[in-house]
């Protein structure tokens, strides 16, 4: 059993503009500092196909789609809001990226591979329905999980999501679900600014208030998140994987380091190897400090291919 590691030179196309945080060099941090350590052959490596019309619908309204491909620029960098903009080939990256969850989804159900790490971008927990919001068009975990669902192999799926900032696309796609459990960790108060008053069941918030770091990070996760997930016993976990919670990372001030980042990508492995056979989706999302991220993404596969 091996960890597959999906991408596409397409994810690299998507560019917002100078200066933008959101940038191709990820991708690239990543990429090079695998090989640079060793850990790249030891991975499964696959190209991300293309989402369909019909997979990014199972989540996504048909109106929103056609809206985005109507503003897809010929040229140039157009903006969705002050923070997310497009240039021609960003939907076709989207795509790529949303199809890499499902081809994850795929490969896993499939027992082909233990688990996957889709290394792509534009990143997706923050589009909605119908918005794109916060560097996201599609929303690529959000995506895998509705192809999982669909076919019938499981029947409960959880997502668990530390991303600095809380993935409210992801909520507002599955918010009230029986079948799905999110729980999602962030900074707050913090973009987007969630309205923690309002409550769906299926939902476990667990703010993180700036400053507090690794031990407040990791009791989130053993005292909010852990009762919920062993109490629904998902039969496959999805990961949003935003590593802009670390210390070095100027995106935010939780201070996390890569150590957090392999601490709680064991608790997912643990959890689903209790109830999932194991089978665990990760779906890049934040990280803004190259070298941070690229070190955060080597100790989150460390830990998947152990």
Do not use: K
């Not at 690299?12 to 990543?30: K, T, V």
């Not at 079948?179 to 900074?187: A, E, K, P, T, W």
């Not at 600014?193 to 990070?217: E, K, Q, R």
């Amino acid at each position: 059993m091996h960890t597959a590691f999906i991408t596409h030179p397409a994810c690299r196309e998507h560019d917002a503009g100078p200066w933008h945080p959101e940038a191709p060099g990820r991708l690239a941090a990543i990429e090079d500092h695998l090989i640079a350590t060793g850990l790249d052959p030891l991975l499964r490596h696959f190209e991300a196909p293309e989402a369909t019309r019909e997979q990014l619908l199972r989540v996504h309204d048909a109106d929103y789609l056609d809206a985005l491909d109507a503003r897809s620029p010929e040229h140039g960098v157009i903006h969705v809001d002050p923070d997310t903009a497009m240039n021609p080939y960003t939907l076709a990256a989207a795509r790529r990226a949303a199809g890499a969850a499902v081809l994850a989804t795929e490969l896993v159900l499939a027992g082909t591979v233990r688990n996957a790490f889709c290394c792509v971008r534009p990143p997706g927990h923050h589009a909605g329905r119908r918005r794109a919001m916060g560097f996201c068009f599609y929303n690529n975990v959000a995506v895998g999980v509705a192809h999982a669902l669909a076919g019938g192999a499981v029947q409960r799926v959880a997502i668990v999501d530390f991303d600095v900032h809380h993935g409210n696309g992801t909520e507002d796609i599955f918010h009230h679900r029986s079948d799905v459990l999110l729980c999602s960790s962030f900074q707050h108060p913090f973009y987007p600014y969630t309205d923690l008053s309002i409550h769906a069941p299926n939902v476990v918030h667990a703010p993180i208030a700036a400053g507090l770091g690794s031990a407040a990070f990791r009791s989130a996760v053993q005292d909010e998140w852990l009762p919920a997930l062993d109490a629904f016993a998902p039969q496959m976990v999805y990961v949003s994987a935003g590593f802009d919670g670390h210390r070095d990372d100027d995106m935010s001030q939780l201070c996390l380091t890569e150590d957090d980042y392999a601490w709680v990508t064991r608790v997912i492995c643990d959890l689903a190897a209790r109830h999932a056979q194991g089978r665990v989706v990760s779906v890049l999302e934040g990280g803004y400090d190259l070298p941070a991220l690229a070190r955060s993404v080597r100790a989150h596969l460390d830990v998947l291919l152990t």
